[in-house]
């Protein structure tokens, strides 16, 4: 009778109310939906003819004003492609602007969906380029405000598959999606 008195406080029937309530997450159908994995179906060589869209740059100067440009882009079908594109004629309008050096490759683009929300991953070969500050700065906001402007809910840097705090040697950017 003691025993059950002792059981009886507020703080052990909470404690085992929530023990029950993980063991049931835990061990409940949910847990199995949890584990699956997706698969995609992938292909090589498309035959899928390009598509030509008009997409928008947002090229941030340097004092911060954005300067929008509607270019025609030749794409794959697929929005991860789209986005290649993107970056690539972006990267070649601000090596125009003098912001972005030559000897920085455009990064690789990868679409990521996460909670019904994309989110575009650029991954920045290894390099020893030497930036600026200010071209740091933006190519880091015009990248992300044309690709936010192009339909992707997020964006974040890696380089050479790693996330940095400072994916281009200055400005720390977010690294977790």
Do not use: C
């Not at 290894?126 to 740091?136: C, D, F, G, M």
Request: proline residues 7%.
């Amino acid at each position: 009778m003691r025993w059950l008195n002792r059981l009886a406080r507020p703080q052990i029937v909470v404690g085992l109310l929530a023990l029950a309530a993980s063991l049931v997450l835990l061990t409940g159908p949910a847990a199995l939906k949890r584990g699956e994995l997706r698969s995609f179906k992938t292909t090589t060589g498309s035959s899928a003819p390009p598509l030509t869209s008009e997409l928008r740059l947002i090229i941030i100067d340097g004092s911060g004003l954005e300067r929008p440009r509607f270019v025609n882009l030749e794409h794959g079908p697929d929005p991860a492609s789209r986005l290649t594109a993107l970056t690539e004629a972006l990267r070649s309008e601000l090596i125009g602007d003098g912001v972005w050096p030559a000897s920085l490759a455009a990064p690789t683009v990868y679409l990521v969906e996460n909670r019904r929300l994309e989110a575009a991953v650029l991954d920045f070969a290894e390099s020893n380029v030497s930036l600026t500050i200010a071209q740091e700065r933006q190519i880091v906001a015009s990248l992300r405000e044309t690709l936010l402007r192009n339909g992707v809910d997020s964006v974040q840097f890696l380089v050479a598959g790693e996330a940095r705090p400072a994916p281009l040697g200055h400005l720390a950017v977010p690294t977790g999606l």
